[in-house]
């Protein structure tokens, strides 16, 4: 076969890709709100008296990795199996949301997570997914 | 009230995680589920024909490439 993911991605959704895409994509989304408590909590912008910062530091992270791995599956099944020539502004989205990522991924890495300039990015990041969301799988749920 | 255990929060705010992809999918494949057959093969028809544009273009550009490659050789030797 001439392009051998793109088969492969095909196989592994049966054929449904953009179904596949839409409920991977709106995890992504469901669980970046998440993260958005959880960095609030860790924070300590909020208290809940149940939850500690600590606790909540590894749960942003773990889950942050996990989000890491499911935004860039979305991202290449999207790009090998639609390219960039009908993306429009859900592939400029797309792909300053992995430019955000790596940017995030590198703010940690070199700042620490004491970083001022890791909420920005993530707040960055959040309203980058909701976009690139509302650019595809929205439409295609009918909600954008 | 003492908060619970370091461990417990983890798991709790884990499995807090899990609860929220599972409704995710649960809610987006119910979107999905009483579509009709005819409107998933109408779908599915639309997907074919932007796939089949894209390689029509992709065609369509290779071919006006080739072209000027050729012109530009025929221009170099003559």
Redesign the interface.
Known sequence: MDRPVEGLIDDLTR?N???VK??LA??V???A??QLV?AAVSYGRVRP????S???T??HR??GD?LLVLAVAVAIACITF??F??GGAHAVFGCLVLGALAAKVLAVRVGGSSSPLLPWVGIALFALLTATWLTS?GDF?GVS | MRPPSQMTQIVGSILVALVIAAVAVAVVTAHFGPTSTAKLEAREDAIDARVDAREERAKAREDRREEAEKRREDSGSG
């Open positions: 054929g890709v953009t179904e839409v409920v709106s995890v989304l469901a669980l709100v998440y959880l008296r149940f939850f500690e600590g606790p909540a590894w749960a773990a889950v996990t639609y390219g020539e009908e799988a749920l």
